[in-house]
């Protein structure tokens, strides 16, 4: 069971617009993080926040722009992506952050940028 | 750069075989779990394994976390069709550093 939503969970964009991704949480989580899953590597973890505020963020392009208004909501907010930017991007939240916890994952949003 | 190494990549085999999973890596980590994915869906968490040695079983299956605590497996006894999906292994090496494994894809034929 997941209380994890993603929306939208298919994107079509051009190199020169500006979408974003919005997860949710409706599980009294502290910690929400955002991932890349492309298809010939492993699943990468792009952002972490962690009571609001980041602690994380593993080098990724600044076309990517992360935003977490309150503890249940994460947005990730693309503009000027390139096509290797497409991939499922997935979203999850955990209670702490810490090492151990489980990590519930959104379905994610399939991107594709032509 | 820090990398878990799975294998097989893909496995098919016929309803009722046993298989096991690997997930190797030069880095000792804090912990260790295991997910599975199926398609159009994010990974679901299996199980976490802390302690070097440490076995756990989830009915059919049975993780095993190496004793450096660097390596880890998936045994799955008498595989059923419900079982197929992505396996992957992800590593703890602090808060909030998590390394995921290149994947397994596991396709259980009836």
């Known amino acids: 069971e997941t209380g994890v939503t993603q929306t939208p969970r298919h994107l079509v964009m051009g190199m020169t617009n500006k979408k974003s991704l919005k997860c949710e949480q409706h599980?009294?989580?502290?910690?929400m993080y955002w991932y890349k899953q492309s298809a010939k590597k492993p699943l990468e973890l792009m952002f972490v926040y962690n009571f609001k505020e980041q602690t994380e963020n593993n080098s990724v392009p600044s076309r990517f722009s992360p935003e977490c208004p309150n503890s249940s909501h994460l947005f990730l907010h693309l503009h000027t992506l390139q096509p290797e930017d497409s991939a499922l991007y997935l979203c999850?939240?955990?209670?702490?952050?810490?090492?151990?916890?489980?990590?519930?994952f959104g379905p994610g949003t399939r991107l594709l940028v032509l | 750069t820090q990398l878990l190494e799975q294998s097989p990549q893909f496995l098919s085999i016929q309803e009722g075989e046993n298989l096991t999973v690997y997930c190797n890596s030069s880095?000792?980590?804090?912990?260790l779990q295991w997910y599975r994915q199926e398609p159009g869906e994010g990974p679901v968490l299996l199980v976490t394994v802390v302690t070097g040695g440490e076995v756990k079983k989830l009915k059919r299956l049975t993780f095993q976390f190496g004793d450096a605590r660097k390596d880890s497996s998936l045994h799955i006894t008498a595989a059923q069709p419900g079982d197929t999906g992505l396996y992957l292994c992800?590593?703890?090496?602090?808060?909030?550093?998590?390394?995921f494994g290149t994947g397994t894809r596991l396709k259980v034929l009836a």
């Open positions: 992800a590593g703890a090496t602090g808060t909030y550093k998590y390394i």
């Open positions: 999850a939240s955990s209670q702490d952050g810490t090492p151990e916890e489980t990590q519930y």
């Open positions: 599980l009294g989580h502290n910690a």
């Open positions: 880095s000792v980590f804090s912990s």
